[in-house]
């Protein structure tokens, strides 16, 4: 009976918004005018096909084809450089869109370069909120196993990694998420995700080359952004 009711006082609203010109009420989950175009940054040895799955979720929920941008790029390079890249296809986003703010998704590594242009390089008033599933924040001792430049940034106690979490971990007018798995299986610890000041949330057994896929993470993450 309730949640009858709840629907029913919803399309009312709906029904006097439209009649008398005002925007309807956002409906939590779906998009809306307000929403923020994503911009999708993909980990390390991937691409922007990993993140078909995601976007496939987000055009069904109602974001426009337009507002859904993941892009490519060379993993073994510094994820300095990289987040140059980053703020590169965030004015591509912006300009395709002609919206004012983006939100960012980061899958694994992206965690790194994209954290780097938000502290040096973005403007506050470019990006709203940022997503992290499964970023060796604090680095991986997966890392000990490859010798690129990133690689070696990803590593626990990496210079890179000092620089970028000295001070504050979230600096900045960003909303910052964190998901991470107990069962994550590269991100070694687990908790190296987690950042201060963050929204920190534990997944249920997932592994970490399918943490933007899960639908429980996704509604989470949709949610996030979408606040």
């Known amino acids: 009976m309730k949640s009858l009711m709840t629907r029913a006082l919803l399309a009312l609203a709906v029904a006097v918004a439209t009649l008398v010109g005002l925007p309807s009420p956002a409906r939590a989950g779906t998009w809306t005018p307000s929403s923020n175009p994503v911009l999708f940054v993909h980990g390390w040895n991937s691409s922007a096909s990993t993140w ?6 987000f055009q ?4 426009p084809s337009s507002h859904l941008r993941a892009f490519s790029y060379d993993t073994s390079r510094s994820n300095a450089t990289t987040a140059q890249v980053v703020g590169q296809e965030v004015d591509k ?10 939100d960012i998704v980061t899958h694994s590594m992206g965690a790194l370069s994209s954290r780097y242009y938000l502290k040096y390089l973005a403007s506050s008033g470019k990006v709203d909120r940022w997503v992290s ?6 680095g991986t001792s997966s890392a000990n196993s490859c010798y690129s430049t990133a690689c070696l940034e990803m590593r626990v ?3 890179f990694l000092a620089d970028l979490n000295a001070g504050d971990e979230t600096p900045g007018a960003f909303g910052y998420g964190t998901w991470r798995s107990p069962c994550d299986g590269v991100i070694n610890p687990v908790d190296s995700t987690v950042l201060a000041g963050a929204s920190n949330t534990g997944t249920a057994c997932v592994f970490h080359t399918n943490l933007q896929n899960d639908a429980t993470i996704y509604g989470q993450v949709r949610d996030f952004v979408n606040s």
């Open 52 to 57: 078909n799955t995601m976007i496939g979720r």
């Open 60 to 63: 069904a929920d109602g974001w």
């Open 93 to 102: 986003l912006l300009a395709a869109t002609g919206t004012t703010k983006v």
């Open 133 to 138: 599933l499964g970023g060796p924040n604090h």
């Open 157 to 159: 106690g990496s210079t």
